[in-house]
């Protein structure tokens, strides 16, 4: 496939990948899905974006270092799981309310939701992590090539 035509696909898919894995996220409480499988799927976004362009590219979309993403992600876990316990309930219980939604209905909203997002930063930080890392091993390996090492 030609660079162009992979560029221009990585370009166009990536949004689409991105929004899927927010769907994703959000319906996994209640349906198949969650945290782990938007993770996965944003992070295939991003691996997409990776193969049509390069390391630097990918670093300069997401903004945020894999390890900070994964960090906030166990502290929202740790969160979602100590906030029952502020109510005398027990760790990792789950909490709802309801909120008005844009459109005139609610929006049941708990703490299943915040737990899935935090292990939604999770996954990808660390997938995200780990396709980085094999990179820049393989660029290490191309320069001790070069120098005969």
């Known amino acids: 496939m030609s660079p162009v035509v ?3 696909v990585a370009r166009m898919m990536t949004p689409v990948l991105l929004l899927l894995s927010l769907v994703m996220l959000v ?8 945290g782990f499988v938007g993770g996965l799927l944003a992070v295939s976004a991003f691996f ?9 590219t990918v670093q300069r979309l997401v903004r945020v270092h894999p390890v900070i993403l994964m960090a906030v992600g166990l502290l929202i876990i740790m969160g979602s799981g100590t906030l029952p316990m502020l109510f005398g309930r027990p760790f990792l219980t789950g909490l709802w309310t309801r909120v008005s939604g844009p459109w005139g209905g609610e929006i049941d909203l708990g703490t299943p939701l915040l737990f899935d997002l935090g292990v939604y ?19 290490e390996d191309e320069d001790n090539e070069r120098s005969g090492a």
């Not at 319906?27 to 969650?34: D, E, I, L, W």
């Not at 997409?48 to 630097?56: C, E, H, Q, T």
Request: aromatic share 10%; net charge positive; no cysteine.
């Open 27 to 34: 319906r996994g409480h209640n349906a198949p899905g969650g």
């Open 6 to 8: 992979l560029r221009t």
């Open 121 to 139: 930063l999770v996954v990808f930080g660390t997938t995200l992590s780990f396709i980085l890392s094999m990179e820049k091993g393989s660029e």
């Open 48 to 56: 997409l974006y990776f193969i049509a362009s390069d390391v630097k």
